[in-house]
């Protein structure tokens, strides 16, 4: 096998759900059997590493400085969902139960991980609520400990505005994510939030 091959059997195998075989499948087929594919792929990487960024609002991606949610006026500005990543706001928006907007932390605190909450999205969340921009905080954080420890870490920190904070019902699986829930399941878990002040 030739080194640059290799190469990129490695970087490939570094996305996440892709292991030694099917690297080398994806490898071998853009070098072999689809080469002009290859040249798409650079292109869109290039493009999409070039324009695509953090909303200022929430932390989601947008190509601009607010995504498509946080700019949509038919959206309701005082519910603020708050969750791990971008991947969690594709799943809940799939599901069509919630039409407010969101705030990504890009993690759950994790002091095993090294996971602290300067490393997180929080600062931007504390100043929204501090701007009187949401009314009520629902946290659809996973149900594992570093969810619960995040949730609580929240609770603790936001001022006693009057800011209504609620965590989602518990129709997700112990341990599980937000982002591996299907549409039912989500709109239940989310018509189910509970208060968590």
Same mark, same amino acid.
Request: proline share 4%; aromatic share 4%.
């Given at each position: 096998? =030739?080194?640059?091959?290799?190469?990129?059997?490695?970087?490939?195998?570094?996305?996440?759900?892709?292991? !030694?075989?099917?690297?080398?499948?994806?490898?071998?087929?853009?070098?072999?059997?689809? +080469?002009?594919?290859?040249?798409? @792929?650079?292109? *869109?990487?290039?493009?999409?590493?070039?324009?695509?960024?953090?909303?200022?609002?929430?932390?989601?991606? =947008?190509?601009?400085?607010?995504?498509?949610?946080?700019?949509?006026?038919? #959206?309701?500005? $005082?519910?603020?969902?708050?969750?791990?990543?971008? +991947?969690?706001?594709?799943?809940?928006?799939?599901?069509?139960?919630?039409?407010?907007?969101?705030?990504?932390?890009?993690?759950?605190?994790? +002091?095993? #991980?090294?996971?602290?909450?300067?490393?997180?999205?929080?600062?931007? @969340?504390?100043?929204?609520?501090? *701007?009187?921009?949401?009314?009520?905080l629902i946290l659809a954080l996973s149900n594992d400990v570093e969810g619960e420890a995040t949730c609580h870490y929240l609770t603790e920190l936001l001022p006693k505005? $009057?800011?209504?904070?609620?965590?989602?019902?518990?129709?997700? +699986?112990? $341990? $599980?994510?937000?982002? !591996?829930?299907?549409?039912?399941?989500l709109k239940s878990a989310l018509e189910g939030r509970r208060d968590y002040s």
């Amino acid at each position: 096998m =030739s080194a640059a091959l290799e190469t990129l059997q490695k970087q490939l195998k570094k996305l996440p759900g892709v292991g !030694y075989r099917s690297a080398e499948r994806i490898a071998l087929h853009l070098l072999v059997e689809k +080469p002009q594919q290859l040249a798409e @792929l650079l292109g *869109a990487l290039q493009a999409a590493a070039q324009s695509v960024r953090r909303c200022a609002r929430c932390g989601s991606l =947008s190509e601009t400085e607010l995504c498509s949610i946080c700019s949509d006026d038919r #959206r309701n500005p $005082g519910q603020v969902c708050v969750v791990e990543g971008v +991947p969690d706001v594709a799943a809940i928006e799939r599901s069509g139960a919630y039409r407010g907007r969101y705030h990504v932390l890009h993690g759950k605190l994790s +002091p095993i #991980r090294g996971v602290a909450p300067e490393d997180l999205n929080i600062a931007a @969340l504390l100043e929204r609520v501090k *701007a009187g921009e949401a009314s009520e905080l629902i946290l659809a954080l996973s149900n594992d400990v570093e969810g619960e420890a995040t949730c609580h870490y929240l609770t603790e920190l936001l001022p006693k505005t $009057g800011v209504k904070i609620m965590r989602i019902g518990f129709g997700l +699986p112990s $341990g $599980g994510g937000v982002v !591996y829930a299907d549409a039912v399941t989500l709109k239940s878990a989310l018509e189910g939030r509970r208060d968590y002040s």
